[in-house]
């Protein structure tokens, strides 16, 4: 079974205000989360989903959102619970319309999802982090031709007589 992916409905609701209507729209990860390519991830890792019975798959937004916040922000699975919790603006770019109070996911199905995904998938993903890096002008295509690996502080096996 394919994730449900959400869409905005612009719904509104009596008792809680929608998250772009609190936060500053030109804030980065606002910005970033109106350039990705949404449909596209959804397409590429929805392909790994079979309809096995089972909790359905969490949203692919969602999911591959949480996956550019952690490695965008160097950090671990528990500390990327607890700032996604805590932070509107993660909420709004893993595709959320209302502020969350509570995790709506158990922190444990970021590593399932990543295995889930397999080399090929997560590639797809860094192939569009670049894509919209360079839409930005974030970076220039004329850094991406080429890697400069500086290997100074390796060790070195060097034998004096």
């Known amino acids: ?3 449900r992916e959400r869409r ?16 500053d729209m030109n804030h980065p990860l606002a910005k970033l989360a109106r350039t990705v ?7 590429r890792f929805g392909e790994v989903h079979t309809d096995d019975p089972g909790h359905p798959p969490l949203p692919t937004r969602l999911m591959a959102g ?3 916040l952690k490695h965008t922000y160097d950090l671990s699975d528990e500390v990327l619970c607890e700032r996604w919790v805590e932070n509107p603006y993660y909420q709004y770019f893993c595709g959320e319309e209302f502020f969350q109070h509570r995790l709506v996911f ?17 590639q797809a993903l860094l192939q569009e982090s670049l894509s ?12 991406l031709s080429r890697v400069i690996v ?7 096996n060097v034998m004096f007589p």
Request: charged fraction near 35%; glycine fraction near 4%; charge should be negative.
């Open 1 to 3: 079974m394919r994730p």
């Open 8 to 23: 905005e409905t612009g719904e509104q609701d009596l008792f809680r205000s929608r998250l772009d209507q609190i936060i």
């Open 37 to 43: 390519d949404w449909p596209f991830l959804e397409e």
């Open 66 to 68: 949480l996956a550019i």
């Open 106 to 122: 158990d922190r444990s199905s970021l590593t399932r999802w990543r295995n889930r995904m397999g080399e090929e998938r997560l």
């Open 132 to 143: 919209v890096a360079t839409k930005t002008q974030a970076i220039k295509p004329s850094e």
């Open 150 to 156: 500086d290997t100074t502080v390796q060790p070195k």
